[in-house]
């Protein structure tokens, strides 16, 4: 998204190049906890200019990924390099690395411009110099006029942007973030999202996040690694991850999904027939697949790539099925309805709800839902 | 506070419940007052007793010890006690760990009996063995004082370690500073409200301690508990009403200034918190 804006910036997709040198590069990393593997086996490579996120559910690893990268934690096996550096051994005050907390960890007893400037003091700054920064970096973030006041004098959002113009103040070529929107409210998380994109594009520092909010992933990132049990489990840009899921979990953590089971009835290169008996019908889908023939596989459907209607749609073959709506959630800009299939399963379905005044779908109306040849996310893992 | 229609029957028991804990002070105050010798018949009102308090050498001088004894003692107490809390706190499961924390705390619950007599032993052995220290006295008391403060220091001060986010030193660290120059610009001002309760309280120990100071004192090093508790046993002196007086204006004060420097600091902080609210637009 971010070559959109830039019209006139190189098409910004390095992991694409064979020949691109990826600025972090994280090798078979292993990290114990005694028992407890938190990060297992993991390689990745970041590049430079990125705003990759770190996904994953709580306890997955991405913290601990992160902490590496920022020293506090030593690999119990394998290499992370940082600008071709090897960091083994690297402690966090020497590393080109600065990191935004998720509680924003404020030094409470200084006021927000000493905070600001804290970083820039331990390198021996010149004072004038120290000083011009810390005031163009609190303009930067619109805190200008609470540069005298302490932590606990600022909201919520201002501190947020105090610890990011901490952590940008010594201008990183690596900035990480643990969770930074997490203690916002949604407006305000909306805002900083934007702003924190900007602030990227502007000084082109490679971003890091760590989130377990997929929303936070989807509008912020070029690229996401999706963690799972302290693996990676897949690794690509939003609509990658969103409309190409490689794994039945991936496909369930992002976004809502209906999983049908089943099996290949027929298949060729460029497409498959696949039955499945708890969606009740045959599922069709447009491209072939890399599975053996018979092998139990499943199919995911996003909600909003179903439709819904009373009337049979003209090909009841393949595609369709039909059920009961049990539940109507609606949400102003789409609806939700649960739809009971004849089959026993329950159906996700949204639609957006275009026309004011419709005609629309009541609870325990008999509806069919179908859906495009090319809707269908066959996963085998 | 509503307490215009309390029912007459609390308001009562609050009385009561004050009368119970104050008419002792109240009963010494008046006393201290007292003309006569005889320490429970009234005679009259006099400041003679304050008088000959003020020439009395040899309170004066325990009193003198018993704070010079509570400045040191508080002191390394801080010192001592804070290490011991950083380790604790700071550096994760380490063998000994278990051990260290129980040795620590142990005095706390230690009867002061054992405590004393168990440092006296040491103190002779050691003088026995390696010369030092030489006889008992302010320095035997300063060390046996030390050791038994240090176990309260390190719980109020380790308790305000594992409060404080250890993510606000990490971020320290991140941004260049050595662990040292984390520890003296960081955690230290950090926890200094802490270690400022540790002191206080360390001292407050010192000051109040009678029988660990009787078992390792030597001749001539009387702290003021020593003192007021042997002429206590010789018969009830009226100067003795007078120094007790004496305590508990300066308790009192000090008591009424920590109120109202409190008092104040909430005031500030509700404003603080109306102006970050204000600011939150």
Sequence with gaps: ?381 | MGGANRSPFVTGWMWAGFAFLYIPILSLVIFSFNSNKLVTVWAGFSTKWYVALMQNRQILDAAWLSLKVGLANATIAVILGTLVALCLARFGPFRGRALLSGLATAPLVMPEVITGLSLLLLFVAMEQALGWPAGRGVLTIIIAHATFSMAYVAVVVQSRLTGMDPSIEEAAMDLGAKPAKVFFVITLPIIAPALVSGWLLAFTLSLDDLVIASFVSGPGASTLPMVIYSKVRLGLSPEINALATLLVVIVALGVITAGILMAHQERVRQRDIQLAIAGNK
Excluded at chain 1, 89 to 114: E, K
Excluded at chain 1, 125 to 150: H, I, Q
Excluded at chain 1, 272 to 291: L, Q, Y
């Design chain 1, 1 to 381: 998204m971010t070559e959109g804006k830039h019209p006139e910036a190189p098409v910004s997709e390095p992991w694409k190049d064979p020949h691109a040198t990826p600025y972090i590069r994280i090798q078979n990393v292993t990290k114990k906890f005694g028992d407890f593997t938190a990060v297992n086996n993991v390689s990745l490579n970041i590049y430079q200019q990125e705003l990759f996120c770190l996904l994953g559910g709580s306890g997955c690893g991405k913290s601990t990924l992160l902490r590496m990268l920022a020293g506090f934690e030593e690999p119990d096996g394998g290499q992370l390099f940082i600008d071709g550096q090897d960091m083994a051994g690297i402690p966090p005050y020497q590393r080109p690395v600065n990191m935004m907390f998720q509680s924003y960890a404020l030094f409470p007893h200084m006021t927000v411009q000493d905070n600001v400037a804290f970083g820039l003091k331990q390198d021996n700054t010149p004072k004038s110099e120290l000083w011009e920064r810390v005031k163009a970096m609190l303009e930067m973030v619109k805190l200008g006029s609470f540069a005298s006041r302490k932590p606990h004098q600022l909201s919520g959002g201002q501190r947020q942007r105090v610890a990011l113009a901490r952590s940008l103040i010594k201008q990183p070529k690596l900035l990480l973030l643990d969770e930074p929107l997490g203690a916002l409210d949604k407006k305000l998380r909306e805002s900083t999202q934007f702003e924190l994109m900007n602030i990227q594009e502007k000084l082109g520092v490679t971003f890091v996040v760590v989130t377990h909010d997929q929303e936070e992933a989807m509008t912020l990132s070029t690229r996401i690694g999706v963690m799972n049990a302290g693996q990676i489990v897949q690794v690509g840009t939003p609509t990658e991850i969103y409309e190409f899921p490689t794994s039945r979990f991936v496909a369930d953590f992002i976004g809502s999904v209906n999983m049908f089971q089943g099996r290949i009835v027929d298949e060729d290169n460029d497409y498959v027939r696949i039955s499945s008996d708890e969606a009740g019908c045959t599922i069709f889908i447009n491209h072939g697949v890399a599975a053996p023939p018979s092998a139990a596989l499943a199919v995911a459907l996003r909600p909003e790539k179903i439709v819904i209607s009373r009337e049979a749609p003209a090909d009841t073959t393949e595609n369709c099925t039909h059920g009961v709506v049990e539940g109507i959630a609606y949400m102003g800009d789409v609806s939700v309805y649960n739809v009971r299939l004849h089959t026993g399963k329950l159906a996700k379905v949204t639609q957006p709800n275009l026309v004011r005044h419709a005609d629309t779908i009541n609870w325990d109306d008999h509806v069919y839902l179908h859906w495009h040849a090319a809707s269908g996310i066959v996963l085998t893992v």
